[in-house]
């Protein structure tokens, strides 16, 4: 199992930045994709961003061109910059990970692809 810890979120007006990180620990991979999910009572939960161990990467729509996702492998870390933040953009972020590497699925940014997940960090955007 991999342990997941989520860190960054916080309170940002309209147009901010904000970089969230994920550390992960435990049994971690050669072959994976990570990924970071969002969660509003309104929306449920959504895919925002996934990348894969081959450096694939794939983003919501709603994100593309704002949010980027990296990773930092040496500290087995995973980014997610937040530029241009909107109201909208207001939920529970979750880092999540998935054993093993499968372009299609990762790509999917489908919450059940993955079987570890973090705590989650909270991000607000006021307008």
């Known amino acids: 199992q991999v342990h997941l810890v989520e860190s960054g979120g916080g309170s940002v007006q309209a147009g901010g930045s904000l970089r969230l990180s994920c550390a992960a620990s435990g049994n971690t991979a050669v072959s994976y994709c990570m990924g970071w999910f969002r969660q509003t009572p309104e929306r449920g939960r959504e895919g925002v961003a996934s990348l894969g161990s081959d450096g694939t990467t794939r983003y919501l729509d709603s994100v593309n061109g704002r949010f980027t996702i990296s990773r930092d492998n040496a500290k087995k870390a995973l980014y997610l910059q937040m530029d241009s933040l909107k109201p909208e953009d207001t939920a529970m972020y979750y880092c999540?990970?998935?054993?093993?590497?499968?372009?299609?699925?990762?790509?999917?940014?489908?919450?059940?692809?993955?079987?570890?997940w973090g705590q989650g960090t909270q991000v607000t955007v006021s307008s």
């Open positions: 999540a990970y998935k054993w093993g590497y499968n372009r299609g699925a990762c790509n999917s940014l489908q919450a059940s692809v993955f079987r570890d």
